[in-house]
């Protein structure tokens, strides 16, 4: 496997919560590991013994487990995973394809862009007053950089150097400044 592909199956877990089915027919989400409710996937709260010792199977669809719009689920499964009473039955419409949606931070259902995927994994930081200053159309990207370092005062300046505590084979007359000598 590459290496694009295994750093792409590392942001499944990161991903995951904002994507969700909004269910039409109820035959392409699946029931145990898709989201299609606001909890979470079946396969988080059921075993898969307990899926499997009850007669499912793990590709059922939504609609393979509503009969006569009530869930065909074991009685002492109620008991043994109290959660379930939360899930209600979806009024499933035939002839409708289910939707695969992104929540977007705001809990918007949207189509999927990368640029709101981007927007909700990654929120962009508050824009401070000074980057007009730094970064403009026709600046020297060197002076630009050198004048960003300046404003985040991660430039190494002698002042700098001596909060690392410098080793004894540092020349200290270097850090001394040239206009007053302290």
């Given at each position: 496997m590459s290496w694009a592909w295994r750093k792409s199956l590392q942001l499944r877990p990161l991903i995951r919560p904002f994507i969700c089915y909004r269910l039409g027919a109820g035959n392409k989400a699946s029931l145990w590991f898709d989201r299609w409710s606001s909890l979470s996937p079946l396969s988080q709260i059921i075993t898969v013994r307990d899926i499997h010792r009850a007669g499912f199977e793990l590709s059922n669809s939504v609609i393979d487990d509503i009969?006569?719009?009530?869930?065909?689920?074991?009685?002492?499964?109620?008991?043994?995973?109290?959660?379930?009473?939360?899930?209600?039955?979806?009024?499933?419409?035939?002839?409708?394809?289910?939707r695969m949606v992104w929540i977007s931070s705001n809990g918007a259902d949207n189509e999927f862009y990368v640029s709101i995927a981007w927007d909700t994994i990654c929120p962009r930081g508050d824009v401070v007053n000074w980057h007009d200053l730094v970064w403009f159309f026709h600046a020297i990207p060197r002076h630009a950089f050198h004048l960003w370092l300046v404003i985040k005062r991660k430039l190494k300046t002698q002042d700098v150097l001596r909060q690392w505590e410098v080793s004894s084979n540092t020349n200290l007359n270097l850090l001394r400044c040239p206009l007053c000598g302290l």
């Open positions: 009969t006569n719009e009530n869930w065909s689920w074991p009685v002492d499964w109620y008991a043994k995973y109290p959660l379930l009473n939360m899930y209600t039955v979806h009024t499933l419409i035939p002839n409708t394809l289910d």
